[in-house]
């Protein structure tokens, strides 16, 4: 972003900066290859998303056809291509699909998101904000789990931030258009990323930010501008369209997106309060949100809110909280794009507090790093006593599923490591507080969020992949469908939200059953083939009077933390 001559800055690297902000893109990409890269094939897709989206990239690798991406053998574009191509381009590289090779796209736009973000806060505010707005950014947890996902939106936030940094660097005194051209080819991507929106709300927001300055010709440059992102997409929108049917594509086009906004009646798992956001988004931005109101009073203390980049930033932020508010639809990843511009609000406090008399009242961060000390001593605790006294904990829970309380038990280990390691952490950084260096607890508070997430990442999760994959289960489906290539799911209205994993793992296709005779005609055109039984449903079909299920229970199978009952072609015995 560009730097202003007029109007109030702030400088906060100093003449005597540490080695970690005069080398602080090597410490993010440092950062970003530790927590976001180290542990991608750790664990098999999960859900939310994973499986699904995983299924359409694995039909587009193996099938070449890169125009139209394919959900269980049909059409299927909820999303456009962007993270199905990205995911076949690093499979080709990597020899092979893998829950690696299919996140690392996720992880790379993250890290190349949270350079771009420290690039363009050192131009603003020097260095140390830099710095601070790129770890604050890395370490959001939100942004965190999208960056570990096989998900669009890490790759839609990335073309958008990057776009509006791109955008701004050349919208300053000296008019660049190469920067701004470079910003909407960007918008483009993320048109190719999540669709429309990619466009339309990184317009309004440069709208609204030049129309609020006067600043008209560069207003009405929006618009020629925008054909440079439309270049970037159209070619993909016409060649789906010629390969679909223009009507096919816009009900598809017009439901994930206006339709959602408006009414959601195809998504009623996703419509949420008016107030979703006012509330998740103290959670999502974890633990750095704590301070943002103190922040932004320092910026209105300070004046930097009169500078034309923060000014951006707060058109940025605003723009995007309220129009997702105002939509029927409501996730925590839809605000994902805007969150450089809440790490840009941050990094001025964050990089000043305690450091000279100029500097904002430390107090509130004095208080933050004292709850942050108590909330890892806490934990480590906690870790510590779920590691020795597993037992008594499983019987006070009386767990549901049996492989839960196996999980539970082979993470005595991880826990032991883990809490020790949080209360370490929990007393490194309650030292340098109490040596009265705020700045510095800041610092090691940063050091121990990255930790955390380390220990997370590298003991935890690998531990609960058991209770989540469904490999195994896929496997043995695989193994007993014989010549037919496709198994049923009987699980009435539901059945879909879980087909992408068996699908994925299995490489069967799924046909959904709704009812009973459903199940029975699946059988006559599929003879040597199975169904899934949901263990919602599962009582009332095996209580029929029509047919015999029972006698044709091969065995459970629990997949994912949920039950179903496989029922085959052959006699067996439904387990008591």
């Not at 730097?3 to 005069?22: L, M």
């Not at 996720?106 to 603003?124: D, G, M, N």
Request: overall charge positive.
């Amino acid at each position: 972003m560009s730097q202003v001559r007029a109007g109030p800055t702030i400088d906060a690297s100093g003449p005597a900066a540490p080695w970690v902000v005069s080398h602080r893109y090597l410490v993010i990409l440092l950062l970003g290859a530790a927590m976001f890269v180290a542990f991608l094939g750790a664990h098999d897709l999960w859900y939310p998303d994973e499986p699904d989206i995983g299924q359409v990239t694995k039909a587009m690798f193996e099938s070449a056809d890169w125009v139209l991406p394919r959900r269980n053998g049909e059409v299927w574009i909820d999303y456009p291509p962007l993270l199905y191509w990205a995911g076949c381009v690093s499979s080709h590289a990597l020899g092979g699909i893998s829950s690696f090779s299919l996140r690392l796209p996720s992880a790379l736009a993250a890290i190349l998101l949270a350079l771009a973000t420290c690039a363009a806060v050192s131009r603003l505010c020097g260095a140390r904000a830099g710095l601070w707005a790129g770890v604050s950014l890395a370490t959001f947890v939100q942004f965190v789990y999208s960056a570990l996902g096989f998900r669009p939106d890490m790759l839609f936030a990335a073309a958008i931030g990057c776009g509006t940094f791109l955008y701004a660097a050349g919208a300053g005194d000296r008019p660049r258009w190469a920067y701004r051209v470079a910003g909407f080819a960007c918008f483009g991507l993320a048109l190719l990323a999540k669709g429309p929106l990619g466009l339309l709300l990184p317009g309004l927001v440069l709208t609204l930010w030049h129309g609020s300055r006067r600043e008209w010709r560069r207003l009405f440059a929006l618009a020629p501008l925008g054909l440079v992102a439309l270049a970037v997409a159209l070619p993909w929108y016409a060649a789906c369209a010629h390969a679909m049917g223009p009507e096919a594509m816009w009900q598809d086009v017009y439901a994930q997106n206006f339709e959602r906004f408006g009414t959601g009646i195809r998504y009623q798992g996703h419509i949420r309060p008016f107030h979703y956001y006012f509330v998740r988004l103290w959670v999502d931005l974890l633990p750095w949100s704590v301070l943002l109101p103190f922040a932004v009073a320092f910026l209105v203390r300070q004046r930097l809110w009169r500078r034309r980049d923060v000014q951006l930033a707060l058109w940025w932020a605003g723009t995007w909280f309220v129009f997702l508010t105002l939509a029927a639809t409501k996730r925590q990843l839809y605000l994902l794009p805007a969150y450089p511009a809440f790490a840009l609000l941050l990094a001025p406090y964050l990089s000043s507090v305690g450091r000279d008399d100029r500097a904002p009242d430390p107090a509130p961060a004095r208080a933050f790093t004292g709850a942050f000390v108590v909330v890892l001593l806490l934990a480590g605790v906690a870790a510590l006593v779920g590691a020795g006294g597993q037992e008594k904990i499983l019987e006070w829970f009386h767990w549901k599923y049996p492989v839960d309380a196996e999980v539970f038990r082979s993470l005595r280990g991880p826990l032991a490591v883990m809490g020790t390691l949080l209360f370490a952490l929990g007393l490194w950084v309650g030292r340098t507080r109490r040596r009265g260096d705020v700045q510095g607890a800041l610092g090691r508070s940063a050091f121990a969020v990255v930790g955390m997430y380390l220990l997370a990442l590298g003991l935890i999760a690998p531990a609960l992949d058991p209770a989540r994959t469904y490999v195994p289960q896929a496997q043995w489906i695989r193994e007993h469908i014989g010549a037919d290539d496709r198994i049923g799911i009987y699980y009435p209205e539901r059945g879909r939200n879980k087909m992408g994993a068996f699908t994925y793992h299995s490489g069967a296709l799924v046909s959904l059953l709704n009812s009973e005779r459903d199940v029975e005609a699946f059988f006559v055109e599929y003879p040597d083939s199975l169904v899934l039984v949901h263990e919602g449903v599962a009582k009332g079909l095996l209580e029929s009077t029509q047919t015999d299920w029972r006698s044709r229970v091969l065995r459970e199978m629990l997949a994912g933390r949920r039950r179903y009952v496989v029922i085959g072609p052959g006699d067996g015995r439904y387990p008591r």
